[in-house]
């Protein structure tokens, strides 16, 4: 895992709300760090949004202590130059990669963000036996000490200190990281968040076949089924997506009632979506036996005409 110092850049960022297409970016930190979490450079500030901040309760950003602060368009060198040519690592990164995207382009300018990596995959790929994968917990877990959480600047600090430990975990076990290229990302053209293209494919593609129902245990997929993949995969869900779809089945984002069955390579998990999908009674299948199903997939009932995925399956978020 050893590389140059520097090349990865922690960042954080402290929002008005969730929609990068609405609401905007309170404060932003940027730690340069190498792979044993060593801090090289520090950048952090906080941002006049001109706008409500928002949850004050959460984040404690009032208006006053945000009046005359710089506005993105401020700090957007500053903030380019430490990203440039780096990996951006971020807790849950399509989020502060949506946002620091939105304010670039409201402000006229551009991030040279090209590639960002996400600890929160990551640490689901890892199966680690901690009781979620929220930040906190993970620095607890790798014994780093947080001091002010929702500070993006103490944040920016305890997840350099959080993905060195990801780093070492993942050496030990030989899970290579998954790097993600911005300009493969499509942003939804309502909330503004970025979403893979071949995710994004998958999600909106027309639904042919009439919903098959669940996969019995030791049964064959049939078209029509709906999956969903969970954090806990050792496989980056894009590189089968595309199959899925060919097959004729579905891809969804979230467990419904029309869910057939949950792609998991932790059978055990005691969090998330993994556990959600248990309670709900549905079959948790290893990435590499939906690859095997995936070879014989019985026909289904076929629509009256190919119909657009439906609303509450088709939000991207």
């Known amino acids: 895992m050893g590389g140059m110092d520097g090349r990865w850049v922690v960042v954080d960022v402290e929002t008005s709300g969730m929609r990068p297409a609405l609401d905007r970016v ?25 706008v409500d901040p928002g949850p004050v309760h959460v984040h404690g950003l009032t208006p006053a202590l945000l009046a005359g602060k710089p506005r993105f368009a401020d700090v957007a060198g500053e903030l380019a130059r430490i990203i440039d040519g780096r990996t951006m690592v971020a807790h849950n990164a399509a989020f502060d990669t949506s946002f620091l995207a939105a304010e670039a382009r409201r402000a006229g300018t551009q991030v040279p963000l090209e590639r960002f990596l996400c600890t929160l995959d990551l640490a689901g790929r890892l199966h680690l036996s901690t009781a979620d994968l929220k ?38 076990k030989e899970v290579a990281p998954a790097v993600r290229e911005v300009a493969q990302m499509v942003a939804h053209p309502d909330t503004g968040f970025l979403v893979s293209r071949v995710w994004a494919d ?71 979506r993994a556990a959600f999908a248990r309670k709900k009674g549905l079959e ?22 190919a119909a657009p995925v439906d609303e509450a399956q088709g939000a991207l978020f």
Do not use: K
């Not at 098959?212 to 089968?240: C, K």
């Open 135 to 172: 930040l906190g917990t993970l620095a607890a877990h790798y014994g780093v000490q947080q001091r002010a959480a929702h500070d993006a600047h103490d944040d920016a600090l305890v997840l350099a200190g959080v993905f060195a430990g990801l780093l070492r975990t993942a050496a030990e």
């Open 26 to 50: 309170l404060s932003v930190a940027a730690v340069v760090c190498d792979d044993e979490g060593g801090v090289v450079e520090e950048f952090a500030t906080l941002l006049n949004p001109g």
């Open 284 to 305: 948790l299948v290893p990435f590499a036996q939906l690859e095997e199903l995936l070879a014989d997939v019985r026909p289904g009932r076929p629509v009256g005409g």
């Open 202 to 272: 998958a999600l909106s593609a027309p639904r042919h076949w009439r919903p098959a129902g669940r996969l019995r245990r030791g049964g064959t997929l049939v078209q029509g089924m709906e999956v969903v993949f969970t954090p806990d995969v050792d496989r980056d869900p894009d590189e089968i997506v595309g199959l899925v779809v060919d097959a004729g089945l579905y891809v969804a984002d979230r467990i419904s009632s029309r869910t057939s069955l949950a792609v998991c390579d932790a059978p055990n998990a005691v969090r998330g």
